[in-house]
């Protein structure tokens, strides 16, 4: 083991030549390959009255179930094909196109849902949260009666982690582990082929 050791110490440098070639091939492959991901995102604040969507009030414990039931029922609908297809006639886009990137999050007893949309055109995801959640408040009073819908903010725009950093990470270590096992197996070949040329002359 001492050996292998003083040989893997010795040759250190090639491990770290390969790890670097590697990074810098998942670099290049990302930069070049890999459009970046934009998330267009906005949030709409959950209410049964006009006066608890103005003021800050003790909430009770059927507010809450309220709240949440609501926020279940919003997310459903709002990923609906029905709502979804309205939104793409809307837009001229096919209906893949709103579903692929739209996800919703959030609810419960926060009463607050997040409608995003993700994609490699930033202008197209703002548009498509601002398709669908415009077409959702439209239509609201019709799917959920009784529920009101406050937003919160206007569309935010925002870069996707595209797991580059991860994938770097990786190839280094792949080649740090294929050099030293190429440099072990050479050191353990070597010492063989010397025995059997020294065997042949013999």
Known sequence: MKKYYSILIRFCWIPLITASFAVCAVYF???????KQYEATTALY???????????RVL???DLLFAE?????????????ALLTKV???????????????????????????????????????DIVEGVVSAFLNESEEYLPGVLYKRLD???LSSVKNGMPIQMAGAAVLGVC????????ISAIRPMQTK???????
Not at 29 to 35: E, F, H, L, R, S
Not at 46 to 56: Q, T
Not at 110 to 118: G, N, Q, T, W
Not at 178 to 185: Q, V
């Open 196 to 202: 059997t040329k020294s065997k042949r002359r013999k």
């Open 29 to 35: 492959y990302y930069a070049q390959y890999v459009p």
């Open 154 to 156: 206007d569309v935010l």
């Open 60 to 62: 009770t414990y059927n």
């Open 46 to 56: 959950i209410s049964k009255d006009s006066v608890d969507a103005k003021e800050n």
């Open 69 to 81: 039931l609501a926020a279940t029922d919003s997310r459903s609908i709002i990923a609906s094909r």
């Open 178 to 185: 294929f050099s030293a096992g190429c440099i072990l197996l």
């Open 88 to 126: 793409a006639d809307n837009m001229q886009l096919p209906l893949e196109v709103i579903r692929n990137g739209l996800s919703t999050r959030g609810g419960g007893s926060a009463r607050i849902i997040v409608v995003a949309s993700a994609g490699t055109d930033p202008e197209r995801a703002k």
